[in-house]
């Protein structure tokens, strides 16, 4: 088995399921996916509401139930978005394991390829310049963390236009 540790930042589509598996082609032995997708938990959204009021913002008051009704609702659309994507890859043929976590992304995706002993880590987000050239994106922060060979990938868009 060939474990490959991989972090989402959204759903994957047809696109993305295809270079994923085009990348380890020819391996002799399976591949297993180790699918992370994170989601913001409760916890982020009340810090993240709490530094607003910090540095001056005023948000309105907001239910405690309707911010409890929020988080499931964030959590079940993640769910949702998981599942597609370990099912795209699993109608390529391919082992996943699924995890929805809303813990820090890179603090789990180390953990998993600590715990699943993965051959490399494979990072799929949407551009972040800004994050990139400050070094703070999920990619810089992981290979900083990992000793496996890390590949970023911008999601939803062919190899040949990642090079740009």
Aim: no cysteine; charged share 25%; hydrophobic share 50%.
């Amino acid at each position: 088995m060939y474990p490959v540790a991989l972090l989402v930042e959204r759903a994957l589509n047809d696109l993305d399921a295809d270079q994923l598996v085009a990348l380890h082609e020819g391996l002799d032995e399976p591949v297993t996916y180790h699918l992370v997708l994170p989601v913001e938990s409760s916890s982020a959204a009340l810090a993240s509401s709490l530094s607003s009021l910090g540095a001056g913002e005023i948000a309105p008051a907001v239910a405690p139930e309707l911010v409890l009704d929020a988080a499931d609702e964030v959590r079940r659309q993640g769910a949702d978005e998981l599942e597609a994507s370990a099912a795209l890859l699993r109608t390529r043929g391919q082992e996943v394991v699924p995890l929805l976590t809303e813990e820090d992304p890179v603090d789990e995706l180390v953990r998993v390829v600590r715990e699943h002993a993965a051959a490399e880590a494979i990072i799929l987000t949407e551009p972040h310049f800004v994050k990139a050239f400050f070094g703070l994106d999920w990619s810089a922060r992981a290979k900083r963390a990992l000793d496996v060979p890390t590949l970023h990938l911008i999601e939803h868009v062919p190899f040949d236009g990642q090079a740009r």
